[in-house]
């Protein structure tokens, strides 16, 4: 079945439960997973507080998410894991206290207009390859554990032949790198991007403060 569906969250639960007259996060997105076919969830409701037995938000078909407020579970689990080849779009979002914010592990994400801040590791992790990373007007602060240098990094890219564009966004107070690049062949644009008082190991590129491993990227623009 294709779908391209418009969802209302109207509750902030989060619970599955078809029977009590309201659509939680969790309900909406596995109703779009079930469907193949890109659809859209609008979240009409207060801070979501994921329930740590049910674990993350799992997103396996194309998807946008708009308004969403969410705190995670603790250091357990990731808000967003986003796998099968599947791209997520999501805006005007706030996500806290979880592992990762968003975890990609075999697709795509768009992050725009959104705030990513006191995650217990790092606030996107995308560990995949020949994907595009979009990541626009976004401010990312004060994620990891103080006393654990590697764990939180703003943005941190463990694949190949990815297509990554950072523009507009702030990156401070992270415990680990602004942004760390791993993995050969990426295109990576930064376009007015002000990476400041992230801890870490950290090389100079630019006016912009990024590591990269030894294997190099394919370009690397800034402006």
Do not use: H
């Not at 507080?49 to 579970?73: K, M, V, W």
Request: aromatic share 2%.
């Amino acid at each position: 079945m294709t779908s391209n569906e418009n969802l209302v969250v109207n509750s902030s639960a989060d619970v599955i439960n078809a029977n009590d007259g309201v659509l939680t996060l969790r309900e909406a997105i596995n109703t779009a997973n079930a469907k193949l076919g890109s659809d859209r969830i609008i979240v009409n409701a207060d801070t979501i507080n994921l329930n740590p037995d049910l674990g993350s938000l799992n997103i396996t078909e194309d998807l946008q998410i708009t308004g969403a407020a969410i705190r995670g579970g603790g250091p357990s689990f990731d808000v967003f894991t986003v796998n099968n080849g599947a791209s997520l779009v999501l805006e005007n979002a706030n996500i806290s206290g979880a592992q990762d914010a968003i975890q990609v592990e075999n697709g795509n994400l768009t992050l725009l207009n959104s705030t990513l801040e006191n995650n217990q590791d790092d606030a996107i992790d995308f560990n995949s390859s020949n994907g595009k990373l979009t990541v626009n007007n976004v401010l990312i602060r004060n994620n990891g554990v103080a006393e654990v240098a590697s764990l939180g990094v703003g943005i941190e890219v463990d694949g190949s032949n990815n297509d990554i564009s950072i523009t507009n966004v702030t990156i401070t107070g992270n415990e680990a790198t602004g942004i760390s690049i791993d993995g050969a062949n990426n295109n990576i644009t930064l376009s007015s991007a002000a990476l400041e008082n992230n801890a870490g190991l950290t090389q100079k590129y630019s006016e912009s403060l990024i590591y990269l491993t030894a294997k190099k990227p394919r370009t690397l623009l800034f402006s």
